[in-house]
């Protein structure tokens, strides 16, 4: 059985969003649920105007300073007009994350946007690789003047995926426990050394990629700034070009494409493709702790849900293994 919303079961979520972020008459909002495979999404049509909210769902609360840090770089790019976006919203205290009851009774971070319409990239032809490159070399320059460190670490998962890993054995996944731990313990050797390449550490979107992007009156709009953080330049730059070169009828055209409009990389190795593989293992904890139950709130669908999406992980992470010396030869 799904779990399905009505605006009685969330009104008091909708009353929060609406006085909250001053977004108008609250017996004129229409409210709809949108598809979001990690965040709860909402779209808000009140007096001609539209907007989405987001409820960080699968967040701690403890986490706003975080989310606060990474929506106020948000707002400064947008705020430089540099890039296509829609506008982060400020709430009636001047706050663009807020901790708000959340729509399935228990309180959340909560963001708001105006809407902006636009069509999903599908195919990718290497023009539009290009111009993703070319977007986040832009988002590259502001986080250089925004944030930079020494080093950093690609390990951004909350709990360490060779122990959820073993907490599988136990579980509907414990046929894919063994595998997920070989894969892990050689994904992390990939990752230590990704991590020791040098350079500088920037502040940046951290996940550039199709699903994050919008193509708007010929103009690629960027979404979704709730990961940033930093990371090595070049780390990101080829994770994001192979992100954005999977669904291109030529790869290897579309991933040189999308480093071209980044300003160019070459001599690819095996530990330049550590952020991707770090992001899978992230994936991987995230979708596994959810199908054993470790949010409340998640539905008993959802959880079967998150068994499916941790099983395409864990092959994603053995092709990903087995194809970076292919990956490598690209640039």
């Known amino acids: 059985m799904t779990w399905s919303p009505t605006l009685a079961t969330i009104e008091p979520f909708v009353r929060e969003v609406m006085d909250g972020f001053c977004l108008g008459d609250r017996s004129d909002v229409m409210v709809s649920a949108l598809i979001g495979s990690t965040n ?14 987001k409820e960080l769902s699968h967040e701690s609360v403890e ?21 296509a976006m829609p506008e982060p919203l400020f709430d009636r205290h001047n706050e663009i994350v ?21 069509d999903r990239p599908a195919d990718i032809p290497p023009s539009l690789a290009e111009a993703a490159g070319h977007a986040l070399a832009v988002i590259h320059g502001y986080g250089r003047t925004w944030s930079t460190e020494p080093s950093g670490s690609l390990r951004w998962w909350e709990q360490d995926p060779l122990a959820v890993a073993g907490r599988l054995e136990n579980s509907a996944l414990s046929d894919i426990a063994g595998t997920a731990a070989a894969l892990i313990g050689s994904a992390i050797e990939v990752i230590g050394d990704a ?30 700034w709730d990961e940033c953080g930093h990371c090595n330049a070049r780390l990101e730059a080829v994770e994001s070009a192979l992100r954005w070169s999977v669904a291109a009828e030529d790869p290897p055209g579309a991933f040189r494409a999308f480093l071209d409009g980044y300003g160019g990389i070459s001599s690819l190795s095996e530990r330049d493709f550590g952020k991707w593989v770090a992001a899978l293992l992230a ?20 959880r079967l849900e998150a068994e499916v999406m941790t099983r395409d ?3 994603e992470l053995e092709r990903t293994l087995n194809s970076l010396s292919l990956w490598s030869s690209w640039a």
């Open 40 to 53: 709860r999404l909402w779209r808000f049509d009140v007096g001609g105007a539209s907007y989405v909210v």
């Open 63 to 83: 986490q706003i300073d975080r989310r606060r840090r990474a929506a106020a770089f948000e707002r400064a790019v947008f705020e430089s007009g540099a890039l």
């Open 98 to 118: 807020v901790t708000a009851l959340g729509s399935r009774g228990t309180h959340s971070l909560v963001r708001v946007h105006h809407w902006i319409t636009g």
């Open 195 to 224: 991590e020791s390449i040098e350079g500088e550490w920037i502040y940046s979107h951290a996940d550039h990629k199709p699903q994050n992007a919008l193509v708007v009156d010929a103009a690629l709009a960027v979404l979704d």
């Open 283 to 302: 994936w991987f904890s995230f979708q596994a702790r959810r199908a054993l139950g470790d949010w409340a709130t998640d539905a008993a669908f959802e």
């Open 313 to 315: 992980t864990v092959v």
